[in-house]
């Protein structure tokens, strides 16, 4: 009978985002398996499962389209699994990899999340298609619509100023330029996001992340194996997953401005990792930042800052690579790109942080533990994942 065991990440697999590459979704796969493999020390033959993980099967057009990936992945002839949760794809991929090992009924996961959004005529149209078919359909509301009446509610909720998302996304889209992967590195001003044209007031186009293609793998390991090739091993400290209702219209969180089910995430992520005060507990975070006020509320949910106080810890410098708890160094999904389920990014480059191994990205203090953090559905789901050292 299996039991429960501790499980740690072997290593992690990179490849540049771009918002047109030329590789197919199999290549993509075959790079960054292939990556964490040899980073690992590690064959094919050493997996024992596979966990991939995608947007909807309608980005890519084909049913299942994760079956494209078997071969390139390395994963024929071993159990094969498919996880898709949107945007919080990119931390519930490695939540379902990580609780595969601890449940004892395998030793080593190869995680790989991917999109090929250059494969997709209009991902607006199809976002309206998750919507209630007889209520809101038909208004023709898309992600960046419900972004702006999401946005409008944080800001009024908590007096946060645009100038503090301008802030942001000059702070990610600079630390982007240390960051060999990412797609939109730039040196930039407030004042250029500010006067950047409004996609949905108060949401402008430089405080939205970019349009990309991109894989990330991470392979998850129990503890006793992970020893036997790591003398500095990181484990997986805690995860957690929050949901609200399966219509954005049907909320149980009438305010807009609170994300209720990501504060649960982390919740329960910190309870699993001992965590009573991540502000001081936490080294490092990446959090899912597909736009500067998603971020910010993300931030807050995670305990980084006081609730409210995301706009003030911006300003202050506090999120800075050289802060007091840097936020997304990596540049982010706004820096380095948004393929939306290889938005597990954010996870990969909590590891490389914590085993210094982040490059030009890495952060001017010791990092024992990070947070990672998956946004997704349509508006109502988040998971979280808690890795470091002892």
């Known amino acids: 009978m299996s039991k429960k065991q501790r499980v740690g990440v072997a290593s992690v697999g990179m490849m540049p985002f771009n918002r047109v590459l030329e590789d197919t979704a199999e290549e993509m796969a075959y790079k960054v398996a292939k990556d964490a493999l040899d980073k690992a020390g590690l064959r094919r033959d050493d997996i024992d499962a596979w966990v991939v993980g995608s947007a909807v099967d309608a980005f890519a057009g084909v049913n299942e389209s994760d079956k494209f990936l078997v071969a390139g992945a390395g994963g024929a002839g071993k159990p094969w699994f498919r996880n898709a949760t949107s945007g919080s794809t990119a931390v519930s991929t490695p939540d379902l990899a990580y609780s595969m090992v601890a449940s004892g009924q395998v030793d080593v996961v190869m995680c790989i999340c991917y999109e090929k959004m250059s494969d997709n005529e209009n991902s607006q149209k199809v976002f309206n298609y998750v919507y209630d078919p007889a209520w809101v359909r038909p208004v023709g509301l898309n992600v960046p619509l419900q972004c ?4 409008r509610a944080f800001l009024h909720r908590y007096g946060i100023e645009e100038e503090e998302m301008a802030m942001l996304s000059v702070q990610s889209l600079g630390n982007a330029l240390g960051n060999p992967y990412a797609q939109r590195g730039k040196e930039i001003t407030v004042e250029d996001v500010l006067e950047s044209p409004y996609i949905s007031w108060p949401v402008k186009v430089l405080d939205t992340s970019p349009v990309s293609d991109g894989a990330r793998a991470a392979i998850f390991i129990s503890e006793d194996k992970l020893k036997e090739i790591d003398d500095d091993p990181v484990y997986v400290k805690g995860i957690g997953r929050g949901a609200d209702s399966y219509w954005f219209m049907g909320r149980r969180n009438n305010d807009l401005g609170r994300l209720d ?35 910010m509320q993300h931030m807050e949910a995670a305990g980084l800052c006081p609730e409210g106080g995301a706009g003030k810890f911006i300003r202050e410098g506090h999120a800075a690579r050289d802060g007091k708890l840097p936020v997304t160094p990596s540049g982010g999904l706004l820096g380095e790109g948004n393929p939306i389920g290889a938005g597990m990014s954010r996870m990969t480059w909590t590891w490389l942080q914590v085993k210094g191994q982040a490059g030009d990205c890495q952060v001017d203090r010791d990092v024992d533990t990070a947070i990672s953090t998956g946004w997704g559905g349509m508006y109502q789901y988040n998971a979280t994942m808690v890795i470091g050292r002892d």
Do not use: R
Request: aromatic share 16%; hydrophobic share 40%; charged share 20%.
């Open 148 to 151: 702006g009446i999401e946005a």
């Open 261 to 295: 089910y990501a504060y649960l995430g982390a919740d329960q992520a910190y309870e699993m990792a001992g965590i009573k005060n991540p502000a001081t507990e936490i080294h490092v975070a990446e959090v899912y930042d597909p736009f500067t006020y998603k971020a």
